[in-house]
Protein backbone atom coordinates (compact mmCIF):
# COMPACT_ATOMS: atom_id res chain seq x y z
CA UNK A 1 0.00 0.00 0.00
CA UNK A 2 1.28 3.50 -0.56
CA UNK A 3 1.17 6.10 1.74
CA UNK A 4 3.69 8.82 0.43
CA UNK A 5 2.63 10.34 -3.14
CA UNK A 6 4.91 12.92 -4.93
CA UNK A 7 3.92 15.72 -6.48
CA UNK A 8 4.77 16.41 -9.46
CA UNK A 9 4.97 13.45 -11.42
CA UNK A 10 7.63 14.64 -13.59
CA UNK A 11 9.84 17.67 -13.58
CA UNK A 12 12.09 18.97 -16.17
CA UNK A 13 14.64 21.72 -15.61
CA UNK A 14 17.99 23.28 -16.83
CA UNK A 15 20.94 22.18 -15.86
CA UNK A 16 21.91 24.69 -13.20
CA UNK A 17 18.29 25.71 -11.83
CA UNK A 18 16.65 24.03 -8.35
CA UNK A 19 14.49 20.85 -8.62
CA UNK A 20 11.50 20.91 -5.71
CA UNK A 21 9.67 17.86 -5.24
CA UNK A 22 7.01 17.42 -2.61
CA UNK A 23 5.80 14.22 -0.49
CA UNK A 24 2.43 13.86 1.18
CA UNK A 25 1.32 11.12 3.35
CA UNK A 26 -1.41 10.05 5.66
CA UNK A 27 -0.94 8.89 8.79
CA UNK A 28 1.68 9.71 11.53
CA UNK A 29 5.19 8.82 10.99
CA UNK A 30 8.97 8.24 13.23
CA UNK A 31 10.74 9.11 9.88
CA UNK A 32 10.82 10.02 6.34
CA UNK A 33 13.64 9.01 3.62
CA UNK A 34 13.96 10.18 0.12
CA UNK A 35 15.47 7.57 -2.30
CA UNK A 36 16.83 8.08 -5.83
CA UNK A 37 16.50 5.42 -8.68
CA UNK A 38 18.31 5.50 -12.23
CA UNK A 39 16.29 4.34 -14.94
CA UNK A 40 16.54 0.19 -14.29
CA UNK A 41 18.46 0.22 -10.90
CA UNK A 42 17.87 -0.10 -7.57
CA UNK A 43 16.80 2.97 -4.90
CA UNK A 44 19.63 4.35 -3.36
CA UNK A 45 18.94 6.16 -0.12
CA UNK A 46 19.43 9.57 0.28
CA UNK A 47 18.53 11.15 3.21
CA UNK A 48 16.11 10.61 6.38
CA UNK A 49 14.43 13.35 8.31
CA UNK A 50 12.94 12.30 11.78
CA UNK A 51 9.51 13.34 12.96
CA UNK A 52 11.20 16.00 15.36
CA UNK A 53 13.29 17.46 12.99
CA UNK A 54 11.78 20.26 10.44
CA UNK A 55 15.00 20.95 8.00
CA UNK A 56 18.07 18.53 7.10
CA UNK A 57 20.65 18.94 4.68
CA UNK A 58 23.71 16.76 2.83
CA UNK A 59 25.36 18.09 0.16
CA UNK A 60 23.19 20.04 -2.05
CA UNK A 61 20.35 18.30 -0.80
CA UNK A 62 17.27 19.73 1.87
CA UNK A 63 14.78 18.29 2.92
CA UNK A 64 11.90 19.87 5.12
CA UNK A 65 9.38 18.14 7.11
CA UNK A 66 5.98 19.60 8.33
CA UNK A 67 4.31 16.91 10.22
CA UNK A 68 0.99 19.16 11.06
CA UNK A 69 0.74 19.46 6.78
CA UNK A 70 2.21 15.09 6.86
CA UNK A 71 4.24 16.52 4.31
CA UNK A 72 7.97 16.60 3.03
CA UNK A 73 10.11 18.33 -0.26
CA UNK A 74 13.76 17.74 -1.56
CA UNK A 75 15.25 20.42 -3.13
CA UNK A 76 18.26 19.85 -5.25
CA UNK A 77 20.29 22.82 -5.85
CA UNK A 78 22.87 23.28 -8.79
CA UNK A 79 21.26 20.30 -10.88
CA UNK A 80 22.76 18.60 -12.80
CA UNK A 81 22.00 16.49 -15.64
CA UNK A 82 23.65 13.53 -13.52
CA UNK A 83 20.42 14.52 -11.13
CA UNK A 84 18.13 12.98 -13.78
CA UNK A 85 16.65 10.54 -12.02
CA UNK A 86 13.34 9.47 -10.35
CA UNK A 87 13.17 10.47 -6.70
CA UNK A 88 10.72 8.35 -4.12
CA UNK A 89 9.08 9.28 -0.51
CA UNK A 90 9.43 6.66 1.72
CA UNK A 91 7.71 6.82 5.13
CA UNK A 92 8.30 4.89 8.16
CA UNK A 93 5.00 4.75 10.05
CA UNK A 94 6.31 2.63 13.22
CA UNK A 95 6.10 -1.02 11.01
CA UNK A 96 9.15 -3.41 11.17
CA UNK A 97 8.11 -4.95 8.46
CA UNK A 98 8.43 -2.13 5.79
CA UNK A 99 9.14 1.20 4.19
CA UNK A 100 5.46 2.42 2.52
CA UNK A 101 6.89 4.39 -0.69
CA UNK A 102 5.43 6.71 -2.38
CA UNK A 103 4.98 6.23 -6.47
CA UNK A 104 7.70 8.78 -7.11
CA UNK A 105 8.89 11.83 -9.17
CA UNK A 106 11.11 11.19 -12.26
CA UNK A 107 12.99 14.23 -12.44
CA UNK A 108 14.84 15.51 -15.97
CA UNK A 109 17.87 17.92 -15.82
CA UNK A 110 18.44 19.05 -19.40
CA UNK A 111 22.05 20.15 -20.13
CA UNK B 1 32.18 -2.97 -0.71
CA UNK B 2 28.93 -3.61 1.17
CA UNK B 3 26.68 -4.74 -1.32
CA UNK B 4 23.17 -6.04 -2.28
CA UNK B 5 23.50 -8.78 -5.76
CA UNK B 6 20.83 -10.11 -7.99
CA UNK B 7 21.17 -12.42 -10.32
CA UNK B 8 19.75 -12.89 -12.89
CA UNK B 9 19.72 -9.35 -14.12
CA UNK B 10 17.83 -9.99 -17.26
CA UNK B 11 15.33 -13.06 -17.78
CA UNK B 12 13.12 -14.45 -20.56
CA UNK B 13 10.84 -16.90 -19.72
CA UNK B 14 7.59 -19.04 -21.04
CA UNK B 15 4.56 -19.54 -18.80
CA UNK B 16 4.79 -22.81 -16.43
CA UNK B 17 8.32 -23.18 -16.13
CA UNK B 18 9.91 -22.46 -12.90
CA UNK B 19 12.44 -20.06 -11.85
CA UNK B 20 14.67 -18.43 -9.07
CA UNK B 21 16.01 -15.16 -8.91
CA UNK B 22 18.95 -15.46 -6.43
CA UNK B 23 19.66 -12.58 -3.90
CA UNK B 24 22.97 -12.15 -1.34
CA UNK B 25 23.99 -9.28 0.87
CA UNK B 26 27.21 -8.72 2.14
CA UNK B 27 26.22 -6.74 5.31
CA UNK B 28 24.72 -9.25 7.34
CA UNK B 29 21.79 -7.50 7.66
CA UNK B 30 18.32 -9.43 9.39
CA UNK B 31 15.91 -7.82 7.06
CA UNK B 32 15.55 -8.67 3.64
CA UNK B 33 12.69 -7.97 1.12
CA UNK B 34 11.26 -8.55 -2.27
CA UNK B 35 9.99 -5.81 -4.11
CA UNK B 36 8.29 -5.36 -7.84
CA UNK B 37 8.10 -2.22 -9.37
CA UNK B 38 5.40 -1.79 -12.24
CA UNK B 39 4.43 1.42 -14.49
CA UNK B 40 2.25 3.44 -12.40
CA UNK B 41 2.01 1.26 -9.27
CA UNK B 42 5.18 1.77 -7.62
CA UNK B 43 7.64 -0.61 -5.30
CA UNK B 44 4.96 -3.32 -4.15
CA UNK B 45 6.29 -5.26 -1.23
CA UNK B 46 5.76 -9.14 -2.61
CA UNK B 47 8.15 -10.77 0.93
CA UNK B 48 9.54 -9.64 3.45
CA UNK B 49 12.34 -11.87 6.39
CA UNK B 50 13.17 -10.46 9.88
CA UNK B 51 15.23 -13.08 10.08
CA UNK B 52 16.98 -17.01 9.06
CA UNK B 53 13.86 -18.93 9.24
CA UNK B 54 11.56 -16.19 9.11
CA UNK B 55 9.65 -14.92 6.48
CA UNK B 56 5.97 -13.40 5.99
CA UNK B 57 3.81 -12.29 2.69
CA UNK B 58 3.56 -8.61 1.95
CA UNK B 59 1.22 -6.75 -0.08
CA UNK B 60 1.88 -9.23 -3.58
CA UNK B 61 2.35 -12.47 -2.32
CA UNK B 62 0.31 -14.60 -4.86
CA UNK B 63 2.08 -16.75 -7.01
CA UNK B 64 5.50 -16.18 -5.18
CA UNK B 65 7.36 -18.18 -2.74
CA UNK B 66 10.85 -17.56 -0.70
CA UNK B 67 13.35 -19.07 1.60
CA UNK B 68 15.27 -17.66 4.20
CA UNK B 69 17.82 -20.82 5.38
CA UNK B 70 21.09 -18.41 5.78
CA UNK B 71 21.23 -14.55 6.33
CA UNK B 72 22.97 -13.68 3.43
CA UNK B 73 20.56 -15.30 0.78
CA UNK B 74 16.77 -14.69 0.14
CA UNK B 75 16.18 -16.38 -3.36
CA UNK B 76 12.49 -15.71 -5.12
CA UNK B 77 10.59 -18.81 -6.40
CA UNK B 78 8.42 -18.55 -9.06
CA UNK B 79 6.56 -21.85 -8.98
CA UNK B 80 4.55 -21.64 -12.38
CA UNK B 81 5.36 -18.31 -13.80
CA UNK B 82 2.50 -16.45 -15.42
CA UNK B 83 2.56 -13.10 -18.06
CA UNK B 84 1.54 -11.07 -15.14
CA UNK B 85 4.66 -11.45 -12.93
CA UNK B 86 6.71 -9.78 -16.09
CA UNK B 87 8.18 -6.87 -14.08
CA UNK B 88 11.06 -5.75 -12.46
CA UNK B 89 12.06 -6.99 -9.43
CA UNK B 90 13.85 -5.70 -6.46
CA UNK B 91 15.58 -7.65 -3.91
CA UNK B 92 16.52 -5.05 -0.67
CA UNK B 93 18.24 -5.49 3.04
CA UNK B 94 18.76 -3.41 5.92
CA UNK B 95 19.65 -3.43 9.03
CA UNK B 96 17.44 -5.31 12.06
CA UNK B 97 13.79 -3.67 10.77
CA UNK B 98 12.46 -3.23 7.42
CA UNK B 99 11.86 0.54 8.28
CA UNK B 100 15.36 1.43 8.22
CA UNK B 101 17.54 2.47 5.74
CA UNK B 102 17.04 -0.10 2.51
CA UNK B 103 19.70 -0.85 0.84
CA UNK B 104 18.82 -2.38 -2.36
CA UNK B 105 20.04 -4.81 -5.50
CA UNK B 106 20.05 -3.87 -8.88
CA UNK B 107 17.22 -5.58 -10.43
CA UNK B 108 16.41 -8.32 -12.17
CA UNK B 109 14.07 -7.23 -15.40
CA UNK B 110 11.62 -10.93 -15.89
CA UNK B 111 9.43 -10.97 -18.90
CA UNK B 112 7.20 -14.41 -18.93
CA UNK B 113 5.95 -15.17 -22.63
Known amino acids: SQQGEEDPQALSIQEGENATMNCSYK?????LQWYRQNSGRGLVHLIL?????REKHSGRLRVTLDTSKKSSSLLITASRAADTASYFC???????????FGSGTQLTVLP | EAQVTQNPRYLITVTGKKLTVTCSQN?????MSWYRQDPGLGLRQIYY???????DKGDVPEGYKVSRKEKRNFPLILESPSPNQTSLYFC????????????FGPGTRLTVL
Open chain 2, 92 to 103: ASSYQRGNNEQF
Open chain 1, 27 to 31: TSINN
Open chain 1, 49 to 53: IRSNE
Open chain 1, 90 to 100: ATDAGSARQLT
Open chain 2, 27 to 31: MNHEY
Open chain 2, 49 to 55: SMNVEVT
